[in-house]
């Protein structure tokens, strides 16, 4: 609500009902005057005018105030009532707050918030209400702002606002203004051509075309949410190119007054147009006058175009502004109101005032603030209609005591002040204090009646009996008298008391202040009497009360009468027992009466009294009639008469409220006693009025109006005359007329000179019309004229008087400064017209210089009179640029004079700009500045920017134009990396400047704008797609391009893409491509590219979108089902795969069928392929059960196999017997033999065996013979008669085909014969097996077997049966082969043929390792080339090192598995068996492996150690989790010079910084750090010191080579050579000594190896495990290669006998060791020259050494790579391994590497690898930081078994460590071994990497990350595994005597089956490998036994001196290998 409406502000005065409780105060207060310090209500903290809360906060109105007694608060509303609680919306605290909790939207009740709340606060005192509050809850909603287009005149001004919705305009301020082009405008900008206004609005000065290129927006923030928000839309400018001169013109503004706050800044807009663009004063008009002045601008008041800016607006700013706006064409003004608030306050004075009865009190209502629009008072709440600032009481009274207040209001607050009115000292109303009681009493004695009563001023006491007052008689005696404490004491005496003497006694007490009063009864015993009662008066219309005043006692009824009948007789009366009489509404005819009142009492007894009532009737006057109104002169009479009442009358006349008799003119006549008349005989003007007539008589008075019109004519008053007035001054000419109607007077001004024709004045800003009076502010010459004053009121003609109003004016210029512009050179004509009163004198200056034409003769003055002045001319002859100059004439008359200016300028061609410069620049613009040059006295029109590409010329330029205000420009559109040359040309409106000097730049690059081109996506396989680009153009490469960004991902999904990195390919014109990897099958993606270059990427190209191809469904067909159909059919039939497996278009199903017994031979299975959905199966085998399995085939291939299901078919009638035989056994007896069929179609139940004589006519016989039995013996038959014999076979079916027939013939002689026949025998492995062998003959034959052609002699397992079958017991699976059973006798002798098939388990399968991630392996599974029965499947067994063995079944289908959530960084061992149905097979080799992942890597100090004076910082983040993530970290410390370490921490999380506190300044520590992770943990050491107490660092310690080292060494004289140094001449003849004696054990250990390798037979298959991966001829690569780092993914060759390859210039062992090697120093792979302080402190990375190629470090142990290859003299041995020593913990560990050289190019010269890694030679003895590591030597680590006399060695695992802290060190050392328990060598499993072919692939972490980060990680071992460890790449793999190791796997991509390495297994040559190969326990891996015996071991050190001076020679380097008095291996590591 912006304003309180009149009948509003009544509600508020009605807020009696709410305090009414207070309006009355009890006498007891009267009585007892409060105590000084009691007071009023006044609030201590009023609520504000406004409360203004958003929906989400809610808000609390506090209201508080004091007073004594505390005042109670009571909220209440506008209209007075009082406020409650609303549940959830509206609460009123107990400490009287106004609580509005925060309230959802839909919750928003207009009642409660958006209402007008008062606080009143009230005690016994008074009550006070606070100022109006006006809540306003706003509900958060959406909204938007606008920015709106605007359309403006170029060289305007334009003005953008920001238009936001009515709902929350009056809560959102306009903070800053955006343009597109990145400027912002906040209010804080105060000057330029961008300006926020106060209001919000963007006020942008001379408009020019490029400011329509912008478009704008506001930002807002709302005041209540804080929230923040830009416009919705953008406005801009739409400029209009003038084609003509306007005149200005004002859009239709809503004149709306401006009300602004005090001291803030307020925006008065003119927005006016024109062309020429206009321009603006302001004035301001004189406060109650129409006199203006103009605006005086200053620092605070400011004009921008036409808005007038005041900042800190006053109250004395307040007023009508006006806009005066011209230009060359015309005119325009616009007025503002403008009204600057103040806020309002008040304060009454005197705030407290205590006031005496009777005294003037007088309240001041002191207020400020603006505007004031109403001031009004209330008291205790309730109005009291006074509005002046000063409230009066003449005479306070009792009820005046209480709270006033003063309210002042405008339209937007309000404010209040209260004050307080006490009553005096003499203000206690009376009361009676002691008063008598009713009494009853016999008559005669006295009676004395006595009342008391207290007050201030003091009370009189007066008494009456029944109403009437009592004097003074002979009985009667009335006395008082004034107590000390000022109580009054009255008394009546009543001598002798009477029973007339009764009735009702009333003693009152009455002042000034008050009356109280106090009655009672005297009942004394007697008579009824009744006193005697007055006549009664009253008026008719009002109401009769009589009380009958009884006496006597006791009264039994009191009754009245008239005319002898009791009352009541009508409705009007009423009678009560008491005695009392009341009547209605009295009238005479039927109440006037005289009434008696009876009194009795019960003994009859009676008494009477009369009373007469007398009515009397007020006057009624008859109405005075209303005339018509009069002329003047006319006459005039009006009568009144008494129409009813009571005489006699008095009748008297009034005009205007005056007594009418005295008015001239007018008489009054009486006529009879009823009515008077009035008479004028001649009505004038000032008869006119009111007259009243007023009737009286006793009973009251009554009067009647009329009122009396006169018509007067105009008349004047004040009659104009000429007037003549000074030209500027304010002119006024009086013209008052009177008459009735009153006249109306106008004005008019003659046409032309003279008068005659008038027309009427135009309303002006400075001619207006008050009241009659012409007024003409500043008046001119152009008011000069004849002007006409009218007074009309339609009575008459009117009145009219003509005057002259002439203008005395002194000369004046109507143009008082102009510009005019001339060329230079050209003529000039300068012109002054001055009006004014004639004669005129002009006169010229220059330059405030009187000009002479005399001086110069190219001036020439000439004058010509005009009619209205005279104009005066000043022709110059040829301008030059001195002319330019301000000319002024001066005219003057008898009146005055004027002066006018004309500021003549001489314009020319502007110079050339000068000083152009680069400020900025960027890819596509240059921001240049330049100085403005002259500007030849013509603005500056532009600025043309001319460049042009810096190989072009100047005619082929671009241009800019810029504004000729600015002397900074933009270039824009250039091209990104590109030479310009730039100058800038000046142009005027004369013309252009010539070019300034040129400047050339060269822009930056920029992204590229060009998407890359050509770009093809096909399917490469199921998983990939081959990407194919070409790049962008070359104009939108904007630099050079670097490479690509190829993005990817799923297409018609929200994801976003997948970039990978792709580099630029310089070839011109060459094609990029990239291979994208494991997708998904069959699906598509999208593809998009972006080329980037050094500053960033360019734009995507358009999305390619492409399948992979088809892959195989991934499940099976669904519930598939077979049904028999016949015997040789069978229906199979399924439902396809969901589609979403399908992985591509199902083109067809196939069936997998064969009968079950053969369904694992693959070779038997049948396949049949259809579209549908089923299939019938034709040509089954009859009675037997298929197997059946249904896949789904796509173009991919097929897919899953469904699960096999199960049919049989039907029986049938079976095939013929296969063979038969008949055998003579005599010559009465034939035995027919034959084999089942071969289909027996169903389960035989029978054979019939037909015999017939041949060629004779006799019946066939049949014998019928069980289906168990294979022969017949044939009896009674002739004697050397042929027989023909066929057998059938029988099922339930039916009887089946018959065999072939056979004819015998019954004889004596038996040859020998078989009648078994030769067959094929399936046994069970380790069951037994009988092969038959029946023989006839006669004698008997003898029986032979032969096995495998080799005559049968019987052993345990085998023997003769006595039927001559053959019995083998369990069964192996040597025993299949042929076994032929002969018989023989003196006939014939005959043979047969078994063959025996043994069905074993499976043998062990292969299993190849296939790929590793961090918690999965992928294992290949082939099954042994020699297993015979089909195989059914694998299980698959893998266990951790320290954990529990799990297995894994495996289908045969599946060619990989993969074995998933394992640990990260862990060895695993995996093997795996076979089983068939005969049971599970033999175990595989154990496959040694690990998981991705590895030890925590090594920090650079300086990324992870942060020092300071007491303290050091770890920075744990700078920690590499080496693939698996961190656990914890343990932290210890301790001062260099102490032994033990302190823990500081064991439990250090990896993402936190840790700081070690307590440390001493200036002092060198240690620091042990230990991270763990899953894979491990790795141990660092490093050394620092902390700072000085001033930061600064001290000096390192010396190690006598300045480096630092804290170990010193002993110094030498300068003559001596440093290899006799101590330190190092005793380690190094220690280690000859051990060497020589390692040589002899390698020795002896040679010459006693077995000849020959027993392994064979079946066991071949191990070493086609490990060597079915070798190197072929081209698989070798070039080690000078950049990224030859990235590709070191091969280890250690085998250790096999290899013999001599020609040409490979092939070294033996032999040869090495007789000449170690002709070693050349220059060629050699260690150079002890270069660097003898390499394995010092180091501060750089190491640089590539002389003779090692791209590698750094030493050769460890590769002896013969120290000889010269011919052409191959800056080769590095194939097969060396370097290791890189000598870091200390300062250096980066990721630069710590090993190294492994390659086989030669030619990839026939696999020379054998070294035998191990050696200790380090010149490690620091000073750093034992390991990877898990172990300090101390562990001796007799692994044991040595020898079985089956030494001819083989067979090793286990090293027990479990006893250390659990070395639990994750030991896994380096375990290797699982085969123990063949059939004699034979052992086999090693091969070492983790060996079995990884993943580790190929140049994946992160490969072969144990030897090869990491841009050198390669830390081994993951790094001298901490106790020795030589895991021998750099191959050291670890390195098996014992005689165990054959894998050869390296080939590169990527090699053919596996190209194998170039000799495979001999028996050769007894000695390669070299084998001679220097580690002859400890195989299976070790390079674990070395440790001496205990300290003078055995060698410190690093000293090693690395041996080695500078090659006197560690091979053998010696080969017997720190072996297992005799070998050296202790220190744990190394690089920090």
Same mark, same amino acid.
């Given at each position: 609500m912006a304003y309180m409406m009149p009948n509003e502000r009544l509600k508020w005065l009605t807020l009696c009902a709410a305090v009414a409780v207070l309006a009355t105060v009890s006498s007891t207060l009267a009585a007892n005057p409060p105590d000084a310090d009691q007071k009023g209500p006044v609030f201590l903290k009023e609520p504000t005018n406004r409360i203004d809360f958003s929906n989400s906060t809610g808000a609390e109105i506090e209201c508080k105030s004091s007073g004594n007694p505390m005042p109670e608060i009571i909220w209440v509303r506008s209209d007075g009532t009082a406020v409650g609680d609303v549940p959830g919306l509206r609460q009123i605290s107990s400490d009287g707050k106004l609580v509005f909790p925060p309230f959802r939207a839909e919750d928003y009740r207009q009642e409660v918030h958006a209402q007008v709340y008062a606080c009143l606060a009230r005690n016994q005192f008074g009550s006070i209400i606070s100022r109006d509050v006006h809540v306003r809850a706003v509900v958060k909603q959406f909204f938007e702002s606008q920015v709106y287009d605007e359309y403006v005149i170029k060289g305007n001004a334009a003005i953008f606002k920001c238009q936001t919705p009515s709902f929350v305009a009056d809560h959102i301020d306009i903070t800053d203004w955006i343009d597109t082009e990145g400027g912002v405008y906040t209010k804080n900008i105060t000057d330029g051509k961008y300006l926020v206004l106060p209001s919000g609005e963007l006020h942008i000065r001379e408009v020019g075309p490029e400011d329509g290129?912008? &478009?704008?927006?506001? @930002?807002?923030?709302?005041?209540?949410?804080? $929230?923040? %928000?830009?416009?919705?839309?953008?406005?801009?400018?739409?400029?209009?190119?003038? #084609?003509?001169?306007?005149?200005?013109?004002?859009?239709?503004?809503? &004149? @709306?007054?401006?009300? #602004?706050? +005090?001291?803030s800044s307020i925006s008065i807009l003119c927005p006016a147009q024109g062309y020429p663009a206009p321009g603006f004063r302001w004035y301001k008009f004189i406060e109650g006058t129409t006199r203006k002045q103009a605006v005086v601008l200053n620092d605070r008041v400011k004009q921008v175009s036409g808005t007038l800016i005041i900042k800190d607006a006053v109250v004395e700013d307040s007023g009508k502004y006006l806009c005066v706006v011209n230009n060359s064409v015309g005119g325009e003004s616009v007025e503002t109101v403008l009204t600057v608030t103040a806020p309002l306050s008040a304060k009454i004075d005197p705030p407290t005032q205590t006031i005496d009865f009777g005294r003037p009190a007088v309240f001041t209502c002191q207020y400020t603030g603006n505007p004031i629009k109403t001031v009004s008072w209330m008291k205790d709440g309730k109005a009291i209609g006074h509005s002046e600032p000063v409230l009066r009481i003449e005479s306070v009274k009792k009820e005046d005591k209480g709270m006033y207040q003063c309210f002042v209001r405008n339209d937007q607050e309000s404010a209040e002040a209260s004050a307080e009115l006490k009553l005096g000292g003499r203000f206690d109303p009376p009361v009676i204090r002691q008063a008598f009681q009713e009494e009853t009493m016999e008559p005669g004695p006295s009676v004395f009646l006595k009342c008391v009563a207290g007050g201030n001023p003091t009370p009189e006491i007066s008494w009456e009996l029944d109403g009437k007052k009592i004097a003074n008689n002979d009985r009667y005696q009335v006395g008082q008298y004034v107590t000390v404490n000022g109580d009054v004491v009255s008394y009546l005496n009543i001598t002798s008391v009477h029973a007339n003497d009764g009735g009702l006694y009333k003693c009152i007490a009455k002042s000034k202040v008050g009356v109280a009063e106090h009655s009672a009864k005297l009942n004394v015993y007697g008579l009824p009497y009744i006193r005697q009662m007055e006549k009664k008066a009253i008026v008719a219309g009002e109401t009769l009360i009589v009380t009958c005043p009884v006496a006597g006692y006791p009264i039994d009824s009191i009754v009245w009468e008239r005319d002898n009948r009791p009352l009541p007789i009508n409705r009007k009366q009423k009678v009560f027992p008491n005695g009392t009489l009341i009547i209605e509404n009295v009238e005479r005819n039927s109440d006037q009466a005289t009434y008696t009142c009876v009194a009795k009492n019960q003994e009859g007894y009676s008494a009477r009294g009369s009373l007469e009532v007398q009515v009397m009737v007020p006057p009624k006057l008859a109405p005075l009639p209303n005339n018509s109104p009069l002329y003047v002169g006319d006459y005039y009479q009006v009568t009144c008469a008494v129409v009813h009442g009571d005489a006699p009358f008095n009748i008297t006349w009034y005009y205007n409220g005056q007594p009418a008799g005295q008015l001239p003119g007018v008489s009054i006549l009486m006529h009879g006693r009823r009515s008077s008349s009035l008479n004028i005989e001649s009505v004038q003007g000032g008869h006119a009025g009111n007259y009243t007539c007023m009737g009286a008589n006793g009973a009251g008075h009554t009067i009647a109006e009329t009122k009396l019109s006169v018509k007067v004519p105009p008349r004047w008053i004040l009659e104009p005359t000429d007037k003549a007035f000074a030209q500027g001054s304010d002119a006024k000419v009086e013209c008052k007329a009177d008459g009735f109607p009153k006249p109306q007077v106008t004005w008019k001004k003659a046409v032309g000179d003279t008068p005659g024709e008038y027309k009427d004045l135009k309303k002006s800003d400075n001619i207006r019309v008050e009241e009659g009076t012409l007024h003409i502010d500043n008046i001119q010459k152009t008011n000069e004229g004849y002007y006409l004053c009218e007074a009309i009121n339609g009575i008459g003609s009117g009145l009219s008087a003509v005057i002259m109003v002439s203008v005395q004016a002194p000369p004046e210029f109507t143009e008082k400064l102009r510009n005019q512009t001339a060329r230079r050179g050209e003529p000039a004509v300068l012109q002054c017209e001055a009006k004014g009163e004639k004669p005129i004198g002009i006169l010229w200056n220059m330059n405030n210089m009187r000009l002479d034409p005399k001086n110069d003769n190219r001036y020439t003055i000439r004058e010509e009179i005009l009619s209205a002045g005279v104009m005066s001319s000043l022709s110059i002859k040829r301008t030059e640029r001195s002319d330019s100059a301000l000319f002024t004439c001066v005219a003057t008359n008898a009146f005055g004079s004027d002066d006018a200016s004309i500021n003549m300028i001489v314009q020319e061609v502007p110079e050339m700009p000068y000083a152009l410069k680069v400020l900025d620049k960027s890819g596509r613009s240059v921001q240049l500045s330049w100085a403005q040059p002259y500007d030849g006295n013509s603005p500056l029109n532009r600025y043309i920017i001319e460049f042009k590409r810096s190989r072009a010329s100047w005619d082929e330029i671009d241009r800019v134009m810029v504004p000729g205000h600015t002397t900074e420009a933009q270039v824009q559109k250039l091209s990104p990396a590109t030479t310009y040359n730039i100058r800038i040309v000046a142009e005027n409106e004369i013309g252009s400047s010539q070019s300034s000097e040129a400047v050339t730049i060269i822009t930056a690059e920029e992204a590229p704008s060009g998407k890359p081109q050509n770009i093809k996506v096909d399917p490469v396989n199921q998983t990939t797609l081959r990407v194919m680009w070409k790049p962008p153009p070359r104009s939108d490469w904007n630099g050079e391009i670097l490479g690509y960004y190829v993005g990817y991902k799923l297409s018609n999904t929200n994801s976003s893409y997948i970039f990978e990195t792709i580099n630029f390919i310089t070839e011109e014109g060459k094609e990029h491509s990239l291979e994208l990897n494991n997708l998904r099958v069959y699906t598509q993606y999208s593809v998009v590219i972006q080329a980037f270059n050094k500053i960033g990427a360019g734009p995507l190209s358009d999305e390619e979108k492409q399948f992979t191809a088809e892959g195989t469904p991934?499940?099976?067909?669904?519930?598939?089902a077979c049904t028999t159909l016949t015997s040789q059919t069978i229906r199979v039939s399924w439902v396809s795969p969901p589609l979403e497996s399908a992985n591509g278009v199902i083109k067809t199903y196939k069936v997998v069928y064969a009968p079950s017994e053969e369904w694992y031979d693959e070779t038997k299975r049948h396949y049949k392929k259809t579209a549908s959905s089923d299939t019938v199966l034709h040509g089954l085998k009859k009675y037997t059960n298929y197997t059946m399995q249904v896949l789904a085939t796509t173009a991919g291939g097929d897919g899953v196999r469904s699960v096999p299901?199960?049919?049989?078919? $039907? /029986?049938?009638?079976?095939?013929? /017997?296969?063979?038969?035989?008949?055998?003579?056994? *005599?010559?009465?007896?034939?035995?027919?033999?034959?084999?089942?069929?071969?289909? /027996?179609?169903?389960i035989i139940t029978q054979y019939t065996v037909y015999s017939k004589a041949e060629g004779a006519e006799t019946e066939t016989k049949t014998q019928k013979v069980p289906h168990y039995q294979m022969s017949f013996e044939a009896t009674e038959l002739e004697k050397n008669k042929p027989y023909e014999f066929w057998v059938t076979a029988s099922t339930t079916i039916g009887e089946g085909q018959q065999s072939k027939s056979i004819v015998a013939m019954p004889s004596d002689q038996v040859p020998a014969k078989i009648a078994s026949f030769d067959d094929t025998f399936t046994a069970t492995f380790k069951e037994d097996a009988k092969m038959p062998c029946l023989a006839v003959g006669a004698p008997q034959p003898e029986i032979t077997w032969k096995i495998k052609g080799v005559d049968f002699s019987a052993n345990d397992r085998m023997r003769l049966l006595p039927d001559g079958s053959l019995l083998i017991k369990s069964v192996n699976r040597q025993d299949a082969g042929d076994y032929s059973c002969h018989a023989e006798n003196s006939i014939a002798k005959d043979s047969i043929t078994h063959k025996l098939i043994v069905l074993a388990p499976p043998q062990s399968p292969h299993v190849t390792l296939s790929a590793t991630t961090t918690d999965a392996l992928t294992v290949r599974l082939k099954p042994h080339e020699g297993d015979t029965a089909p195989? !059914? *499947?694998?299980?698959l067994h893998y266990k951790p090192e320290f954990g529990e063995w799990e297995t894994a079944e495996v289908s045969v289908e599946s060619q990989k598995h993969n074995i998933e959530n394992l640990l990260c960084g862990s060895r695993y061992q995996v093997y795996a068996t076979g089983f068939n149905n005969i049971g599970a097979g033999e175990a595989s080799d154990i496959l040694n492996t690990r998981t991705k992942g590895q030890k925590p890597k090594l920090p650079e100090k300086p990324r992870f150690i942060e020092v300071s004076s007491n303290s050091v910082s770890l920075h744990f983040k700078a920690w590499k989790d080496g693939g698996c993530p961190m656990s914890h970290f343990v932290v210890e410390s301790k001062k260099r010079d102490q032994l033990e370490w302190n823990q500081i921490s064991n439990n250090v999380k990896p993402d936190n910084n840790y700081v070690v506190l307590d440390l001493e300044p200036a002092t060198w520590y240690n620091l042990r750090i230990t991270a763990h992770n899953s894979a491990g943990f790795t141990v660092a050491e490093y050394d620092f010191a902390t700072l000085t107490v001033t930061g600064g660092t001290i000096a390192p310690l010396d190690d006598g080579t300045g480096h630092g080292n804290v170990h010193a060494r002993i110094p030498l004289p300068a003559w001596m050579p440093e290899w006799l140094d101590l330190n190092f001449m005793v380690p190094l003849i220690a280690t000859v000594v051990v060497v020589a004696v390692g040589i002899c054990v390698v020795c002896v250990a040679l010459s006693r190896r077995r000849a020959d390798d027993m392994r064979g037979g079946q066991k071949d298959v191990y070493y086609d495990v490990v060597y079915n991966q070798t190197m072929g001829p081209g698989a070798t690569l070039d080690k000078r290669r950049p990224d030859l780092r990235d590709e070191l993914g091969y280890i250690a060759p085998p250790n096999r006998k290899l013999p001599p390859v020609p040409g490979s210039n092939y070294n033996t062992c032999d040869r090495i060791k007789r000449g170690r090697g002709g070693l050349r120093s220059n060629h050699s792979t260690w150079d002890p020259r270069r660097n003898p302080n390499l394995y010092e402190e180091l501060k750089a990375p190491p640089v590539p050494m002389h003779g090692i190629g791209n590698h750094y470090g030493h050769a460890h142990g590769a002896p013969e790579c120290q000889y010269r290859h011919p052409g191959m003299e800056d080769e590095i041995c194939p097969y060396a391994t370097f290791h890189l020593l000598g870091f200390r913990e300062e250096m980066d560990p990721t630069k710590a590497m090993n190294f492994q050289t390659f086989p030669h190019q030619n990839g026939h010269t696999p #020379?054998?690898? !070294?035998?191990?890694?050696?200790?380090? /030679? *010149? !490690?620091? +003895? !000073? #750093?034992?930081?390991?990877?898990? &590591?172990? &300090?101390?030597?562990?001796?007799? %680590?692994?044991?040595?078994?020898?079985?089956? +006399?030494?001819?083989?060695?067979? =090793?286990?695992?090293?027990?479990? =460590?006893?250390?659990?802290?070395?639990?994750?060190?030991?896994?380096?050392? %375990? @290797?699982?071994?085969?123990?063949?328990?059939? +004699?034979?060598?052992?086999?090693?499993?091969?070492g983790p990497e060996y079995d990884d072919p993943a580790n190929c692939a140049p994946e992160e972490d490969q072969y144990g990350s030897q090869y990491g980060g841009p050198y390669g990680q830390p081994y993951d071992h790094y001298g901490s595994r106790g020795s030589m460890g895991r021998r750099s790449i191959g050291s670890a793999r390195n098996p014992g005597n005689g165990s054959p190791e894998p050869p390296p796997p080939p590169p990527r991509n090699h053919d596996m089956s190209n194998s170039s390495f000799n495979d001999s297994k028996e050769s007894n040559e000695i390669s070299e490998a084998e001679c220097d190969r580690d002859h400890g326990p195989r299976g070790n891996y390079g674990a070395v036994k440790r001496s205990p015996q300290p003078k055995d071991q060698r410190t690093t050190e000293e090693m690395r001196k041996l080695i500078e001076r090659n006197e560690a020679g091979p053998k010696q380097l080969q017997l720190q290998q072996t297992n005799g008095a070998g050296f202790t291996a220190y744990d190394t590591m690089a920090v």
């Open positions: 290129y912008k &478009s704008y927006q506001c @930002r807002t923030k709302h005041r209540l949410t804080g $929230e923040t %928000r830009l416009s919705a839309t953008k406005g801009r400018l739409v400029i209009t190119e003038p #084609v003509s001169s306007t005149a200005p013109k004002v859009p239709p503004l809503q &004149s @709306r007054p401006l009300i #602004v706050a +005090g001291h991934s499940q099976p067909p669904s519930d598939t299901i199960h049919c049989q078919t $039907e /029986p049938d009638v079976p095939e013929a /017997p296969t063979d038969v035989k008949a055998l003579v056994m *005599g010559n009465a007896a034939i035995l027919v033999s034959w084999r089942p069929p071969a289909q /027996p179609n169903g195989l !059914h *499947g694998y299980t #020379v054998p690898g !070294h035998a191990g890694t050696m200790l380090p /030679p *010149g !490690h620091p +003895g !000073h #750093v034992h930081s390991r990877s898990g &590591s172990q &300090s101390m030597p562990r001796a007799n %680590r692994y044991q040595r078994k020898n079985s089956q +006399g030494g001819q083989s060695s067979i =090793y286990t695992p090293a027990p479990e =460590y006893d250390d659990p802290a070395n639990c994750a060190e030991e896994d380096q050392y %375990r @290797r699982y071994t085969r123990v063949n328990s059939q +004699g034979g060598s052992l086999y090693s499993g091969p």
